[in-house]
């Protein structure tokens, strides 16, 4: 046996395929999500690779999106940020800690890419819906940078994960002897956003172009940070503004699905489950939508907000709930008109359902199972001749219902959309209850490309709607009729392509856009008058 013409003869193309072979293994008696015993050892194999030779890797992520995007991404990345410190092998992006005030941008020019295009930043506060993981956290802006890679085609050599690490609340990894951060409490007031102004004026110094997209910050940082920053830099949250565009679409395609025209948005009745970053994004940018499709002026904005009824950890939220937060005042219902509903402040979400009747029950609590039994019965009432649930909830286990659940309970006649991927489900007789992945991934990656390309200096609420609007209006009446209202994972690349495409197209009718890369403004404006 001649060894080392062996070795001359293996092609990249057979090591990758010994690559999958052995991820493929794993696969025997995989099941989805967290107690998938197989997961982290997927994820272990693809890491490694990363770290071996970057461009392999991302040649096996994007030839197998489907497969291996729930291994880097939700749900097996929760799973590697609560493991993180047990699975650090060797350092991926930066860390700026409060300890290093006053170095921040010597660190930035200490980095070794002379240009970054996309930095996601998270301060780990909560994780999907796993809470406070400190500097655990860096998982999740690697795994969305792998879908910036793998969808939009960022070059990997351009894109930074960025961990902001002033302490955890998190009481376990405060006394882990392995935690990898700072074992203090947070940073809370000035101190804290003092920390994220020296980052963000650092990187923007070294990388005038880079957007920053923010991730997983809990809600009481999200909402400030983004007014905060929107209007200076190149700047969204992902958790706010890209959760809201993917629910839109999806709300969007729940009306087409009951064969009526999507101008018919503002007769739907929606409850929304949860009011945190997430649930609020959602519902500010749900009434801004059906204000807009009816007439667009103040009486349009004030009447699309009786569509909404809110509930969070302490029921439904009413005008006579004690120290409101500020963010969910304007969704806060009358109370006289709740009496007249049978309803009153605190109401608990069956009780909601049961007096409501929804056409849409939509969930980002990151309470999983939320969507009980007693809650889905109580669906079966609804007004809409198809009702549709959104368990949008990460990672898997935190999904407010399974589709097998909702399926079982309410017939074959409803749309389903979880955060986390799971299976379609075998109705018998050759009918498929159709799950969909209502997952920010859709429009994230398409929102940053656009944003590059336009050379936009900001992201604007019409670059955004843009790109809500173009995923909406993806998917064919064919599929949608079939209960399909999100593309499938495999399309990815396509769909963020078009989303660029709206969003470029925008920030040129807005005159936000400066153009990229030798491409000037006027370009810009010929090539989107083609398109
Ligand atoms: N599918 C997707 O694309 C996305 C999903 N998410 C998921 O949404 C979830 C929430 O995220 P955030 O809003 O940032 O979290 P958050 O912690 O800011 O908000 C959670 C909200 O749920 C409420 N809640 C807690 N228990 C409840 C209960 N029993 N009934 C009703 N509401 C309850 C809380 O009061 C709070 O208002 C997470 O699991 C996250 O993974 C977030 C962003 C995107
Ligand atoms: C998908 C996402 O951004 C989240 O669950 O936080
Ligand atoms: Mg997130």
Known sequence: MNFGLFCFNISIANIIELIVVDLKRLQVQARDGPSDPNALAKWRILNRLHDRNETMYYKVLI?????????????????????????FRRPRGMYFSAEDRGEMMSMVYNWPAEQVDMIVVTDGSRVLGLGDLG??????????????????????????????????????????????????HRLDGDDYVAVVDEFMEAVFTRWPNVIVQFEDFQSKWAFKLLQRYRN???????????????????????????G????????????????????????????????????????????????????????????????????????????????????REGASLVEVVKQVKPDVLLGLSAVGGLFSKEVLEALKDST???????????????????????????????????????????????????????????????????????????????MLQAAAERLAAYMSDDEVIQGIIFPSISRIRDITQEVAAAVIKEAVEEDLAEGHNGMDARELRKLSQVN
């Open 63 to 87: 030839a197998n999106i489907e497969e291996y995007a729930p291994v880097v991404y939700t749900p097996t990345v929760g799973l590697v940020c609560q493991n993180y410190s047990g699975l």
């Open 135 to 184: 500097v655990h956290g860096i998982g999740i802006a690697i795994g969305k940078l792998d879908l910036y890679v793998a969808a939009a085609g960022i070059n990997p050599q351009r894109v930074l994960p960025v961990m902001i690490d002033v302490g955890t609340n998190n009481g376990k990894l405060l006394k882990d002897p392995l935690y990898l951060g700072l074992q203090q």
């Open 384 to 462: 809409s001749t198809r009702p549709a649930i959104f368990a949008m909830s990460n990672p898997t286990k935190n999904a407010e219902c399974t589709p097998e659940v909702a399926f079982s309970i309410l017939g074959d006649n409803i749309i389903f959309a979880s955060g986390s991927p799971f299976r379609d489900v075998d109705l018998g007789n050759g009918r498929i209850g159709h799950c969909n992945q209502g997952n920010n991934m859709y429009l994230f990656p398409g929102i940053g490309l656009g944003t590059l390309l336009s050379g936009s200096r900001v992201i604007s609420d019409g």
């Open 232 to 258: 200076t830099y190149r700047m969204f949250n992902d958790d706010v503004q890209g959760t809201a565009g993917v629910a839109i679409a999806g709300l969007l395609g729940a009306v087409r699905a009951q």
């Open 260 to 343: 009526r025209p999507m101008i018919d948005f503002p007769k739907q009745k929606i409850v929304v489950a949860g009011a945190g970053s997430a649930g609020i994004g959602v519902l500010n940018a749900a009434r801004k939508t059906m204000a807009r499709m009816l007439g667009n002026n103040e009486i349009a904005y004030e009447s699309a907000k009786s569509q909404f009824w809110v509930v969070d950890a302490k029921g439904l939220i009413t005008e006579g709930r004690e120290n409101i937060d500020p963010d969910a005042l304007p969704f806060a219902r009358n109370l006289k008109e709740m009496d007249r509903q049978g309803l």
